[in-house]
């Protein structure tokens, strides 16, 4: 059972793609790198990242933070992790289990301090908040690197676009900052393989597709520009929100009502759950009339299987599976 490190127990984080997909790191426009001997130095959002070498003891903020270094073998250089939006994906619960948890959500300044990090990692730029641990100058002035996700760069003129290649530079900028970066190769292979496989079945067969995050009145859906965008033209589906810029933003349901999609996407997540998105879907006047809500065709995927990082490309598979489970 998980411990819970509180602050009283501690001593004084529209895209286009081709099938033949290129990943490396070059082709991210916010994340270039450089190494000599064992020093770290790469440009995130527009930072430059420096370390004297890879990281010993660094804190993740997010869980997709996290799972981008576990997923590179690198939990032993954990000394803190923070924020979960549903569950550790099961091959790295293991690993997971070793690293002191500072808080269920952000952890405080002082928190973050006294795990004495060279690197903190976050998904999201409100990690940097000076509500959450404080920004990323205060910290480089007490001789802390930190890192955002390229894709959520605060400064959103210096974000890279999200594509696979980019989550693959990601990853290798992961490898380079903990010293992992045959793992990160690795870890990209592994991606491409498995996407190619994806695309060359194209299970949802020119399918309609609405991506449902979050909300009732106003939904919040899946865009053109994001991890559900990549993973629907990856099954070969189409996009009810495909003119809607952005990786998610609010929809409406005239616009749905209207597509009728064959297949609707739910995320998973502790916040909004699959379950009372259905409930809701099954329950109004009007949508329970939809094509996909009459037939069941529900596609679950936890929240963390649906932003760019290393489990993009296990909710890819995820879908591609359910798609092969539904009828039509």
């Known amino acids: 059972m998980r411990t819970l490190i509180t602050r009283r127990a501690l001593p004084a984080l529209a895209v286009s793609f081709v099938t033949a997909v ?3 790191a070059c082709g991210d426009n916010s994340s ?19 370390l004297t070498e890879p990281a010993s003891r660094a ?22 992790t923070a924020y979960l939006d549903d569950t550790i994906a099961p091959q790295w619960q293991q690993a997971y289990r070793q690293i002191p948890v500072l808080a269920e959500k952000f952890p405080s300044r002082e928190q973050v301090l006294e795990a004495r990090p060279d690197l903190v990692l976050a998904s999201y730029p409100s990690a940097f908040d000076d509500k959450a641990v404080g920004s990323q100058d205060s910290l480089a002035r007490l001789g802390i690197a930190s890192y955002v996700d390229p894709f959520a760069c605060a400064d959103k003129s210096k974000r890279a676009p999200v594509a696979w290649d980019t989550i693959g530079a990601e990853i290798r900028d992961y490898g380079t900052m903990f010293g992992r970066t045959a793992e990160a190769d690795s870890q990209v292979a592994q ?11 194209k299970p949802a067969d020119g399918r309609t597709i609405l991506w449902y995050d979050s909300n009732t009145d106003v939904p919040y859906v899946g865009g053109n520009a994001g991890g559900p965008q990549l993973i629907i033209d990856a099954v070969g589906g189409r996009n009810v929100f495909a003119g809607l810029d952005g990786a998610w933003a609010d929809g409406n349901w005239e616009t749905v009502l209207e597509a009728d999609p064959d297949v609707i996407v739910l995320a998973d997540a502790s916040w ?17 009339d939809l094509k996909a809500v009459r037939d069941g065709a529900f596609v679950v995927l936890p929240f963390s299987e649906t932003t760019p990082g290393p489990r993009l490309i296990d909710g890819a598979a995820s879908v591609a599976k359910q798609l092969g489970g539904l009828r039509g």
């Open 22 to 24: 290129t990943l490396t």
């Open 32 to 50: 270039t790198t450089e190494q000599s001997a064992s020093a770290v130095t790469l440009t995130n959002c527009g930072r430059t990242v420096t």
């Open 59 to 80: 804190v993740t903020l997010n869980q997709g933070a996290t799972e981008t270094a576990l997923s590179l073998g690198a939990g032993p250089q954990l000394v803190g």
């Open 191 to 201: 991606l491409r393989t498995t996407l190619a496989g994806i695309e060359s079945a």
């Open 272 to 288: 909004d759950t699959a379950e009372a998105k259905k409930q809701y879907l099954r329950g109004d006047p009007a949508l329970r």
